[in-house]
T-cell receptor
Framework: SAVISQKPSRDICQRGTSLTIQCQVD?????MFWYRQQPGQSLTLIAT?????????ESGFVIDKFPISRPNLTFSTLTVSNMSPEDSSIYLC???????????FGPGTRLLVL | SQQGEEDPQALSIQEGENATMNCSYK?????LQWYRQNSGRGLVHLIL?????REKHSGRLRVTLDTSKKSSSLLITASRAADTASYFC????????????FGKGTHLIIQP
């Protein structure tokens, strides 16, 4: 299984600011995914990030609000822009397993926006 | 949109008892997976069952899948305090290379 790390693990931010979350994988992967988990809720897919191409966003999520970078096969960033309290969530990245059937998840970034 | 629905939303049982959680989904799937999440941390993959399988076992876990009813169940036998967590089902309705669609989850509490 892949080992995934995320930075920061948690942060408290002011309204109107932006935060960039990093996701590092210990092996090369084609597909990386970003999810949001609002308080007490389930996970919702934000976007899929392939190396060398633009991220594909799910309905309700736009690039201006959640820009994503995927500079190589082991790293990705998600930026939460112009934050509001409604953005307070856990943000998780994940990667496909070798068999491309399951996904492995990072530990998540817990964000609180005041 | 979330297509998986788990029930119950919360379940509290005594240690040693069995815990059963159910999940329903709406579209055709390639496979269905169950994940565990401890205290808002990252998700741990528990078990995957393919659409052509009906039952699968892994240690104390037993998963069933009924594609005609679009439902799955997760049974944890001989529960332990360490099983206290939230459990989510997830489907890959749109193909293996896409993201997963998660259910709302069941919060399981094992009373010592």
């Amino acid at each position: 299984s892949a080992v995934i790390s995320q930075k920061p693990s948690r942060d408290i931010c002011q309204r109107g600011t932006s935060l960039t979350i990093q996701c590092q994988v210990d092996s090369q992967v084609t597909m990386m995914f970003w999810y949001r988990q609002q308080p007490g809720q389930s996970l919702t897919l934000i976007a899929t990030a392939n190396q060398g191409s633009e991220a594909t966003y799910e309905s309700g999520f736009v690039i201006d609000k959640f820009p994503i970078s995927r500079p190589n096969l082991t790293f990705s960033t998600l930026t939460v822009s112009n934050m509001s309290p409604e953005d307070s969530s856990i943000y998780l990245c994940s990667v496909e397993s070798g068999a491309r059937e399951t996904q492995y998840f990072g530990p998540g970034t817990r964000l609180l926006v005041l | 949109s979330q297509q998986g629905e788990e029930d119950p939303q919360a379940l509290s049982i005594q240690e040693g008892e069995n815990a059963t959680m159910n999940c329903s989904y709406k579209t055709s799937i390639n496979n269905l997976q169950w994940y565990r999440q401890n205290s808002g941390r990252g998700l741990v993959h528990l078990i995957l069952i393919r659409s052509n399988e009906r039952e699968k076992h892994s240690g104390r876990l037993r998963v069933t899948l009924d594609t005609s009813k679009k439902s799955s169940s997760l049974l944890i036998t001989a529960s332990r305090a360490a099983d206290t967590a939230s459990y989510f089902c997830a489907t890959d309705a749109r193909g293996g290379a896409d993201g997963l669609t998660f259910g709302k989850g069941t919060h399981l509490i094992i009373q010592p």
